[in-house]
């Protein structure tokens, strides 16, 4: 989509890259149908999706699958028979790559939509098969008592990774890749940093020379809650360079802090706190100018709740919100 010349891909691009945009681009995650279904009792118009109502630049996946298969169900098989990788990641699956996606990216790109494809199937845990409690049990053994068998895991399922993305990427352009990491609690990661170095950033260092050669402008690790932040030095220097961070529950990972950490050149989707929306205007109010117009005035940062809006959050507050946004935006 076109707006004063300017396309929503190249807002984007310059807006995370620091390039200079006319204003940042106005985005959000989809509400949950719950949250849709209270709002429109209290005034979000029927007849208008939520991002037209908003003026809300969508981003749109290609349509990649790499979680192993069956899709979104446990593997803990991975670490106990070898034999079972190919039945979990096979690249000739059909059912990994949308229908059509080629036709489809290519005309999201001409109208200058926001594009973005998968690059990782879960993190270091879900490599290994973690679904519950007992195969996390198994996971963690598995690192100390056979590392090599751990390393050969990854290491397969980074190529797994890598010849999908080929696939994909030799055919499609995209903006950015996408990389999940829930590997911590609120107290810390389940391992240590050196660990992580080890088992992880191999496979981020392979999955990201294949970005780089496709000329994938932004690597950003998406993850939800949890304290990262002994880990992402080492992630950074592997190549990611942006960070969305949904459901901030640590003093540490909260973005001004981050951004002190890390400079500007890392940057920065989301980090205003959608629980303030639950609560009342002056709340709303605080959630907004606390953390927006300091990382807009160091820029490469695209403000946005830290979590999709939730059925809690009444359609007054979120609307007020949004003004709030658009008012910092014509401010400049």
Known sequence: MIEDGISQRQRFLATL???????FPFFDLEPEEETLSRWHREGLPRRKSFSTFFNLETHHSVGLMLRSYPFFQKAS????DPSSFKRHYNPDQRSRYAKGFVERSERFHQEGRV??????????????GVGDWDSLVSACLALFEDP????DLVNRT???YCACLERVLSSVRVDYASFYEPIAS???????????????IPGYRKVIDLLVKYHIPLRILCTTGGDLTCLLPSLIDAGINGLWISNIQSARMQYPKLRHQFGAEVAL???IDSTALAQDETAVRKAVEETVPGLLESGHYLPCLDDRPRGNIPFANYRLYRQILEE???KG
Request: net charge neutral; proline share 4%.
């Open 148 to 151: 090599r068998k751990v390393e």
């Open 115 to 128: 594009l973005y494809v998968d690059a990782s199937g879960g993190g270091l845990f879900q490599m290994l």
């Open 186 to 200: 609120n107290s810390g990661p389940l391992i240590s940093p050196e660990m992580f170095k080890r088992f992880a």
């Open 77 to 80: 098989d991975l670490l106990k």
């Open 158 to 160: 980074t190529d797994f």
């Open 17 to 23: 890259l620091g390039d200079g945009a006319d204003r």
């Open 328 to 330: 910092i935006a014509r």
């Open 269 to 271: 989707i989301g980090g």
